[in-house]
């Protein structure tokens, strides 16, 4: 059945609701729970792990009357109060996530139910936070902690970076640190340069660290119960002009793998890897593509530490063609990494070098004009994918 | 206020002179908050009170001028009616600071014998800080260090020979060698790291007080009642996470306690040189929770004020800041030359060394023989011997280790081209598969 996605307004063509044929929503719920042993991780744990093989299917469909149409900011939240009201160590810290609910509302009401140490507004401190955060993880709570802005987490990086991702390995495996970071970033609509930063290059190559990005309800949810399950610490991107996306979510309860990548729409022509905004920016120009007889597959990875090369590998062998856009700078960003995987794993496979739309190596300018230039606009993914199909490229 | 009951008692001084009541000008003498008595110290002037004249001292009319003396004076020592501690009490602390001093000295050695590498900083000097906290806290409290952190994982029960094999880089060390001198960690013993930059630990510290609270209050299991100490320098306290952190503690009255070994030097950078207002133990005021200086150098003032300040946490009363005057007898680490810190200085502290003092402590009081504290000395040198032989006898950690701990869930490695999570393919967990 369909599954209504609405795409925000781009900044460079007027505000209007687009529809997307279905959506091949491709994931796999992966039980959580019982199935990991609590013992010390000294060694290799034998994981009794399902063989990603069955990557063909869909997910249950959600028809038009099951399920019900939720926006990704208060997906986010429902995943959040189902874990918490699941497990009562999983706690929230951060900047007005409290009594004011949350900058982006992602914590609406958590406080009221949940009370005020389970959602804990902390003054204006994360490098300490964050941090404080990382030691209740150690000594057996699994904590939230929220940026309220992605980038304030800059202040936050050497807990991040030697606590949140070292501890572990220097312990020798004695403490884990299930932490979850999250918070909105990526450019927004004439925040500033400040507020407009895409993190995802700055934390990529810390060890230890894995990194999601959501960009439906759907995945959000999915993403963030999966987070919050995790015993690794693990960053969710959130962006910041993605949480009024609606979508029509399932009601029974699910939770998505943190390794695994969406493929959002089967093609033949070529492979598009995108994630987060750039998904819905790279599905308005499919609109054309499709409509002038091209067929792309497109993939949102969401996992952007590790790549999920099956998925990956395997649409690339079947297309021989690789598009990465991203919002990340284009120096050291995920394109980067990414492109360098592909190469790796996959040069056999190639007709011809993977391509990467990034945004440009600028602070994020106040001014409409010359924020636009600084993002991917759906026009230039366009223009990029019609040169490497008409082999101009 | 648990301030006015620390600076209300009168603690017997482990230094020859003793004047109860007098005010205490003795850089060596009580743990009272008011400070500005004791500016002194650290301008470098050494003041003492002598009771009475001449080397004759203790019989006859006692006078309690304060007179500054440019030597101490040497005379008989008083008798004490009650010791502060029991003989078994003496005993045990006795053997910690024996053990941290004998650890400390034996690392020296294995460094200059290349058996060590890398940053290695000895604690040797300030026994007395962790002996008199650690060996006040019960078994679940959690404690957090920094990179000094050898002497506190041995007061807190991590056993020499595993602290030995991390610092040889074995796999029978704490964190099977991952970590090394600076990142000592213990789940068993509550040892929460180990941290190589300042400052770093303290956040880490305030979240496991943190849960303390949290266990307690959301998930109503009053049986937890976990106290942290988290010990950091004086260099630290000028960082902002000291601050933040002292900020959360007394807001949400956090069950922790701040230690500061304050050994006047950040490697090379004089204390005085680097902070504008000096005395630490004020800073706590600025948010809300007792500020306390104590002689560091001083096992039973320590043991005071570390039983007085868990005690307070303990009982949800929130956060303390206790400033230990102390100092380190070597360099900031092995590597330093330790070239600025003047002779009279160094001096002035060797005289005051916390093991000499509670030796003469625990002799002068009958809490232990001769022959008791010789049998201590003997036991924790053949305790650190032995630890030395298991470290060169251990193992180094084979290739296969490099990759087992970078995630508690190893599935964060992620999945390969050939749809297997990479974990199960075994010639990546042997290391020998391409990342």
């Not at chain 1, 590998?313 to 492109?339: P, Q």
Request: aromatic share 8%; hydrophobic share 40%; proline share 4%.
């Amino acid at each position: 059945m369909a599954q209504k996605v609405l795409v925000p307004c781009s900044s460079s063509s007027s505000c209007g609701n687009v529809q997307f044929s279905p959506s091949r929503v491709h994931t796999q719920a992966i039980a959580f729970g019982g199935g990991l042993s609590q013992s010390s991780s000294r060694k290799n744990k034998s994981l009794a792990l399902k063989a990603v093989a069955a990557k063909g299917e869909t997910s249950a469909p959600v028809t038009a009357k099951s399920g019900h149409e939720i926006l990704l900011f208060d997906a986010l939240r429902e995943g959040l109060e189902e874990e918490m009201a699941r497990d009562p160590t999983v706690c929230v810290m951060g900047e007005d996530v409290g009594h004011y609910g949350g900058s982006y509302k992602v914590t609406k009401g958590l406080a009221e139910k949940f009370g005020d140490l389970r959602v804990l507004d902390t003054p204006i401190c994360e490098n300490s936070f964050t941090g404080m955060g990382i030691g209740a993880a150690m000594t057996g709570l699994r904590t939230v902690v929220e940026g309220m802005n992605m980038g304030f987490l800059l202040l936050a990086y050497n807990q991040i970076s030697n606590n949140a991702g070292m501890l572990h390995y220097t312990s020798g495996g004695q403490f884990k640190i299930p932490v979850v970071i999250r918070g909105p970033g990526g450019v927004g609509k004439q925040l500033g340069a400040e507020h407009s930063q895409r993190l995802e290059s700055y934390f990529q190559s810390v060890p230890g660290l894995q990194m999601v990005a959501c960009s439906t309800p759907y995945n959000a949810k999915g993403l963030m119960k999966a987070a919050i399950r995790s015993d690794n610490p693990v960053i969710l991107y959130e962006h910041v002009l993605l949480y009024n996306l609606k979508e029509r979510i399932p009601d029974e309860e699910y939770v998505l793998c943190l390794e695994e990548a969406e493929l959002v729409r089967p093609g033949k022509d070529i492979t598009i890897l995108t994630y987060s905004r750039m998904r819905h920016f790279v599905l308005q120009a499919a609109k054309t593509l499709v409509e002038r007889g091209y067929d792309p597959e497109i993939i949102d990875i969401r996992s952007l530490k590790p790549f999920d090369l099956f998925t990956i590998g395997n649409s690339i062998k079947k297309t021989h063609k690789v598009l990465i856009v991203e919002e990340c700078m284009r120096t050291g960003g995920i394109g980067a990494s990414l492109r360098a995987a592909i190469v790796d794993n996959f040069w056999d496979f190639l007709d011809g070098r993977p391509e990467c739309l990034s945004s440009q190596d600028v602070p994020t300018p106040y001014a409409a004009t010359l924020e636009d230039a600084t993002v991917v606009q759906p026009a230039q993914i366009i223009v990029k994918v019609e040169q490497m199909l008409q082999g101009l490229i | 206020m648990a301030a006015s009951s620390l600076a209300s008692r009168a603690v017997a001084s482990l230094s020859p002179s003793i004047s109860t009541g007098a005010s205490r000008d003795d850089a060596g003498s009580s743990s009272v908050v008011g400070f500005h008595k004791r500016s002194s110290a650290f301008t470098g002037r050494r003041v003492r009170i002598s009771s009475g004249h001449g080397s004759s001292a203790a019989h006859g009319r006692r006078s309690c001028v304060v007179a500054a003396t440019a030597a101490p004076v040497k005379e008989s020592p008083p008798k004490i009616a009650d010791a502060l501690v029991t003989r078994e009490e003496g005993l045990e602390l006795y053997e910690d600071m024996i053990l941290g001093r004998c650890f400390e000295d034996m690392c020296a050695q294995m460094y200059y014998r290349s058996k060590m590498f890398g940053f290695v900083h000895l604690y040797n000097g300030q026994e007395a800080v962790s002996t008199g906290f650690v060996k006040a806290l019960k078994k679940d409290d959690y404690i957090c260090s920094t990179y000094r952190d050898h002497v506190h994982a041995l007061s807190k029960g991590v056993p020499a020979r595993q602290v030995m094999s991390e610092l040889f880089g074995k796999a029978t060390g704490c964190c099977r060698g991952q970590g090394g001198s600076m990142h000592m960690f213990s789940k068993e013993h509550r040892l929460l790291g180990g941290f190589a930059f300042i400052g770093e630990g303290i956040p880490v510290a305030t979240g496991a007080a943190f849960n303390t609270k949290y266990s307690r209050e959301v998930l109503k299991d009053l049986s937890v009642d976990a106290v942290t100490l988290a010990f950091f320098g004086d260099g630290t306290c000028n960082n902002g996470q000291f601050f933040e952190c002292l900020n959360m503690a007394a807001l949400w009255k956090l069950p922790i306690v701040y230690v500061v070994e304050n050994n006047l030097w950040a490697i090379g950078m004089d204390h005085f040189r680097a902070t504008s207002v000096p005395e630490i133990w004020k800073k706590g005021e600025a948010f809300g929770m007792p500020g306390v200086h104590v002689d560091g150098m001083d096992v039973l003032k320590v043991r005071e004020v570390a039983k007085e300040a868990i005690a307070r946490a303990r009982r949800g009363d929130g956060p303390t800041l206790v400033e230990c005057e102390t100092y380190r007898y070597r360099g900031h680490s092995l590597a330093d030359p330790d070239e600025l810190r003047k002779p009279e200085q160094k001096n002035k502290y060797a005289v005051r060394d916390p093991i000499a003092a509670f030796k003469k402590y625990l002799l002068e009081n009958g809490l232990a023989s001769e022959a008791d504290l010789k049998a201590i000395e003997k036991k924790i040198d053949e305790i650190v011997e032995d630890a030395v032989e298991f470290a060169d006898a251990s193992p180094l950690p084979p290739r296969s280790q490099l990759l087992e701990n970078v995630f508690a869930d190893p599935r964060g490695f992620g999945i390969g081209p050939d749809g297997k999570y990479r974990c199960e393919d075994p010639a990546f967990t042997a290391g020998t598969a391409e990342v």
